[in-house]
């Protein structure tokens, strides 16, 4: 069974960086999509933001524009261990942090995945930026 694990979370000041983890296990291929979410204080599920998608195949990475520059994934081919490199912390980014797959053949359908469209799902690391 195919599970996601969160880890690298913490508290940081404004400025500061952070490199979070998903492992998964269970995944018979590499032909999934992952996504990191963020889901804000007080906000429900379905109001999750994405802030990065990686197709494990390849590597394809795609960012929306509000975290272009500050936020990175990277990938560990031995184990498809996914990070995501967070710079310049600032307040608007305290959350829970998510990873979340799904299945997927192509690298292109990553980018147009929304919340929904994910069936995999970890519990989630909380970052706390203090100003």
């Known amino acids: 069974q195919e599970q996601l694990v969160e880890s690298g979370g913490g508290s940081v000041q404004t400025g500061g960086s952070l490199r979070l983890s998903c492992a998964p296990s269970g995944f018979p291929d590499t032909r999934y999509c992952v996504g990191w979410y963020r889901q804000a204080p007080g906000k429900a599920r379905e109001e999750r933001e994405g802030?990065?998608?990686?197709?494990?195949?390849?590597?394809?990475?795609d960012y929306p524009d509000s975290v272009k520059g500050r936020f990175t994934l990277s990938q560990d081919n031995a184990d498809n261990t996914i990070y995501l490199q967070i710079d310049n912390l600032k307040p608007e980014d305290t959350a829970m942090y998510y990873c979340?797959?799904?299945?997927?053949?192509?690298?292109?359908?990553?980018?147009?995945?929304?919340?929904?469209?994910?069936?995999?799902w970890g519990r989630g690391t909380q970052v706390t930026v203090s100003s």
């Open positions: 802030v990065g998608t990686i197709y494990l195949s390849s590597g394809t990475t």
């Open positions: 979340a797959a799904v299945k997927a053949y192509s690298r292109n359908w990553c980018r147009s995945l929304r919340v929904a469209n994910y069936n995999i």
